[in-house]
């Protein structure tokens, strides 16, 4: 089984431009997520796919590979649908550029989860955390997600789900937005048009689910801690010291 990790990698960040070009241990970000990407040797490819030529200048420097795509997607999801149809693989993993924590256990098993679905019932593959924390867990920002008995997906939100009637928080799990799509899926996705619920919620997943997809959620004890503000930059490069 073949499988490319494609790491989408933007410039003009909303919340923090030029986050992926900050400095994280004498590196940029990107650099150090394509870097434990490679490392982690669950992949038979790393690519930076990027619209900036800054990004792709240092990710070649670094020895990385990148894939030029154009500047007008309107997510992560569409950019390296756009890369992964000049690549063949098996599978294609979204690893967002932002996350230079992603530990090579779960890049493995990602690896190892299809290569055991013989069946072929996984469409996609991400992971969840398990909640603890009932601040967490009201917050928007944090996308819970529930599962059936074999830990398929059965709805994301950004509401505290499940909702605990009778007041008593019984925890439940944050979905990491790390994606691995079969070949096929991924370019059907690019194809399919926003849903009604992906608009109401702002979620993307949601229209895969409405089109009747698969998603395999494996859960994960491994806090990734992206970057997403100048305060995560701050707390990645202390965790990077420690």
């Not at 967490?136 to 996308?143: K, L, Q, R, W």
């Not at 996705?189 to 229209?207: D, F, G, K, S, V």
Request: aromatic share 8%; charged share 30%; net charge neutral.
């Amino acid at each position: 089984m073949k499988i490319i990790c494609l790491i989408p990698a933007r410039l003009a960040s909303e919340r923090f431009p030029r986050k992926l070009l900050q400095d994280l241990g004498g590196k940029p970000v990107i650099v150090r997520t394509w870097q434990s990407a490679t490392e982690s040797g669950a992949f038979d490819r790393v690519v930076v796919v990027t619209d900036s030529a800054e990004i792709a200048r240092a990710v070649e420097a670094a020895g990385g590979e990148t894939f030029i795509s154009r500047q007008a997607h309107p997510s992560g999801t569409d950019r390296i649908a756009e890369a992964a149809r000049e690549m063949k693989a098996d599978v294609f993993v979204n690893i967002q550029g932002d996350e230079p924590f992603v530990p090579a256990a779960d890049m493995l098993r990602i690896r190892q989860t299809f290569e055991a679905d013989r069946a072929k019932e996984i469409d996609i593959l991400s992971f969840c955390r398990p909640v603890t924390d009932e601040t967490v867990f009201h917050n928007p920002n944090n996308v819970k997600v529930v599962t059936d008995g074999e830990g398929f997906a059965l709805y994301f939100s950004r509401a505290p789900i499940p909702y605990p009637r009778d007041g008593h928080f019984r925890g439940a799990c944050k979905h990491i937005g790390i994606y691995a799509f079969r070949a096929e899926v991924l370019q059907r996705i690019a194809q399919m048009p926003p849903t009604t619920l992906e608009q109401t919620e702002r979620l993307e997943n949601l229209r895969f689910l409405e089109n009747g997809l698969r998603i395999r959620i494996l859960p994960t004890g491994f806090d990734y801690a992206g970057i997403d503000t100048p305060a995560d930059l701050e707390q990645a490069r202390k965790r990077w010291r420690r």
